[in-house]
């Protein structure tokens, strides 16, 4: 099985430049718990900015979702992999770095999004 098979292509994004506040609105109203951040120059690498970056930015900065930006709280840049790579070496590579979400990518350019959870329901569908 290949990424390609298991990814969701209807990734969410959102600039680096807008407020964690911002964020949370598409999060929220989008029903997700991650986005993709843009890149911000085409040469540039995208980021991942999770419910969790925002909390751990919020409480260890003692910062207000208004004033702080994506930026400061996303990861970047994101792991990313391509949409031919196989799914147990996407697996893999999501527990050795310790990390539930990565950008799928082809030639630089974001084609999709995969999930710890993507490739559970994939296992489980396996098993009666």
Do not use: Q
């Not at 992999?81 to 050795?96: E, I, N, P, R, Y």
């Amino acid at each position: 099985m290949l990424v390609k098979d298991v990814m969701i292509t209807e990734v969410h994004t959102v600039s680096p430049f807008a407020s964690l506040r911002e964020a949370l609105s598409l999060m929220k109203r989008h029903n997700v718990k991650s986005l993709v951040v843009d890149k911000s120059s085409p040469h540039d690498a995208y980021g991942l900015i999770t419910y969790t970056n925002v909390l751990k930015t919020v409480i260890a900065e003692d910062g207000d979702i208004d004033l702080l930006n994506v930026y400061d709280a996303c990861a970047k840049p994101a792991i990313s992999v391509g949409k031919s790579l196989a799914v147990k070496h996407v697996a893999a590579l999501m527990s050795d770095h310790k990390v539930k979400r990565l950008v799928v990518v082809d030639d630089n350019d974001l084609v999709g999004f995969i999930a710890m959870n993507d490739i559970m329901d994939l296992l489980l569908s396996k098993i009666d």
